[in-house]
Protein backbone atom coordinates (compact mmCIF):
# COMPACT_ATOMS: atom_id res chain seq x y z
CA UNK A 1 0.00 0.00 0.00
CA UNK A 2 1.37 3.63 -1.43
CA UNK A 3 1.22 6.31 1.44
CA UNK A 4 2.30 9.89 0.65
CA UNK A 5 2.88 12.05 3.84
CA UNK A 6 3.38 16.29 3.24
CA UNK A 7 5.60 18.86 5.19
CA UNK A 8 7.14 21.80 5.24
CA UNK A 9 3.96 24.29 4.48
CA UNK A 10 3.69 27.64 6.19
CA UNK A 11 3.09 31.49 5.90
CA UNK A 12 5.81 32.91 3.93
CA UNK A 13 6.02 36.51 2.79
CA UNK A 14 6.43 37.24 -0.71
CA UNK A 15 9.70 36.45 -2.52
CA UNK A 16 10.42 34.39 0.18
CA UNK A 17 10.89 30.26 0.03
CA UNK A 18 9.51 26.80 1.30
CA UNK A 19 10.89 23.57 1.00
CA UNK A 20 7.92 20.86 1.15
CA UNK A 21 9.08 17.32 1.30
CA UNK A 22 6.61 14.24 0.41
CA UNK A 23 7.62 10.52 2.72
CA UNK A 24 6.62 7.82 0.25
CA UNK A 25 6.09 4.59 1.92
CA UNK A 26 5.27 1.04 0.08
CA UNK A 27 7.06 2.15 -3.43
CA UNK A 28 6.14 0.15 -6.01
CA UNK A 29 5.27 0.38 -9.87
CA UNK A 30 2.86 2.87 -9.24
CA UNK A 31 5.27 5.60 -7.95
CA UNK A 32 7.13 5.64 -11.25
CA UNK A 33 6.52 9.15 -11.37
CA UNK A 34 5.98 11.47 -8.29
CA UNK A 35 4.40 14.92 -9.08
CA UNK A 36 3.21 18.32 -7.10
CA UNK A 37 -0.58 19.33 -7.62
CA UNK A 38 -1.90 22.59 -5.63
CA UNK A 39 -5.43 23.98 -5.48
CA UNK A 40 -6.64 27.45 -4.14
CA UNK A 41 -9.76 27.79 -2.72
CA UNK A 42 -12.66 27.83 -5.39
CA UNK A 43 -10.25 27.00 -7.94
CA UNK A 44 -9.50 23.27 -9.45
CA UNK A 45 -6.41 21.38 -8.89
CA UNK A 46 -3.62 22.08 -10.78
CA UNK A 47 -0.17 20.30 -11.96
CA UNK A 48 2.96 21.75 -10.63
CA UNK A 49 5.58 19.83 -11.00
CA UNK A 50 7.04 16.46 -11.69
CA UNK A 51 10.45 13.63 -11.36
CA UNK A 52 10.78 10.35 -12.46
CA UNK A 53 12.53 8.27 -9.45
CA UNK A 54 14.92 6.17 -11.48
CA UNK A 55 16.43 8.98 -13.13
CA UNK A 56 15.50 12.43 -11.58
CA UNK A 57 13.88 13.89 -15.23
CA UNK A 58 11.60 16.59 -14.17
CA UNK A 59 8.58 18.74 -15.54
CA UNK A 60 7.30 21.73 -14.85
CA UNK A 61 4.25 23.91 -15.29
CA UNK A 62 4.83 27.02 -17.19
CA UNK A 63 3.82 29.00 -13.81
CA UNK A 64 6.78 28.01 -11.79
CA UNK A 65 9.72 27.18 -14.27
CA UNK A 66 12.48 29.07 -12.66
CA UNK A 67 11.30 29.52 -9.25
CA UNK A 68 10.25 26.00 -8.19
CA UNK A 69 12.37 22.50 -8.08
CA UNK A 70 11.68 18.97 -7.68
CA UNK A 71 14.12 16.71 -6.15
CA UNK A 72 14.39 13.17 -4.45
CA UNK A 73 16.22 11.13 -2.20
CA UNK A 74 15.98 7.42 -2.84
CA UNK A 75 18.07 6.39 -0.25
CA UNK A 76 15.31 8.18 2.45
CA UNK A 77 12.19 7.67 -0.22
CA UNK A 78 11.51 11.01 0.07
CA UNK A 79 10.51 13.80 -2.98
CA UNK A 80 11.00 17.16 -1.84
CA UNK A 81 9.54 21.05 -3.93
CA UNK A 82 11.68 23.89 -3.26
CA UNK A 83 9.84 27.11 -3.72
CA UNK A 84 11.83 30.42 -4.10
CA UNK A 85 10.44 33.88 -4.91
CA UNK A 86 7.25 33.20 -3.75
CA UNK A 87 4.19 34.79 -5.05
CA UNK A 88 1.19 35.58 -3.44
CA UNK A 89 -0.98 33.25 -6.45
CA UNK A 90 0.81 30.47 -5.27
CA UNK A 91 -1.08 30.37 -2.01
CA UNK A 92 -3.15 27.06 -1.85
CA UNK A 93 -2.80 23.64 -0.74
CA UNK A 94 0.11 21.51 -2.39
CA UNK A 95 -0.20 17.66 -2.79
CA UNK A 96 2.09 15.28 -3.42
CA UNK A 97 1.19 11.90 -5.59
CA UNK A 98 2.13 9.16 -7.30
CA UNK A 99 1.88 8.07 -10.82
CA UNK A 100 2.73 4.47 -12.79
CA UNK A 101 3.94 7.01 -15.93
CA UNK A 102 6.12 9.74 -16.62
CA UNK A 103 5.36 12.70 -17.71
CA UNK A 104 1.75 13.21 -16.71
CA UNK A 105 -0.20 16.35 -15.70
CA UNK A 106 -3.37 14.88 -15.46
CA UNK A 107 -5.07 14.36 -11.34
CA UNK A 108 -7.05 11.56 -13.54
CA UNK A 109 -3.38 9.85 -14.16
CA UNK A 110 -2.47 9.53 -10.49
CA UNK A 111 -3.41 6.83 -8.32
CA UNK A 112 -2.09 7.98 -5.04
CA UNK A 113 -2.24 11.42 -3.16
CA UNK A 114 -1.19 12.63 0.28
CA UNK A 115 -3.62 14.88 2.60
CA UNK A 116 -2.06 18.19 1.18
CA UNK A 117 0.14 21.01 3.01
CA UNK A 118 -1.01 24.65 2.95
CA UNK A 119 0.93 26.91 1.56
CA UNK A 120 0.10 30.49 2.48
CA UNK A 121 2.42 33.61 0.56
CA UNK A 122 1.41 37.39 2.23
CA UNK A 123 1.88 40.71 -0.10
Known amino acids: QVQLVESGGGLVQAGGSLRLSCAVSGRTASTYAMAWFRQAPGKDREFVAVIKWSSGRTHYADSVKGRFTTTRDNAKNTVYLQMNSLKPEDTAVYYC????????????????WGQGTQVTVSS
Open 97 to 112: AAAPRFPVVRTYDYDY
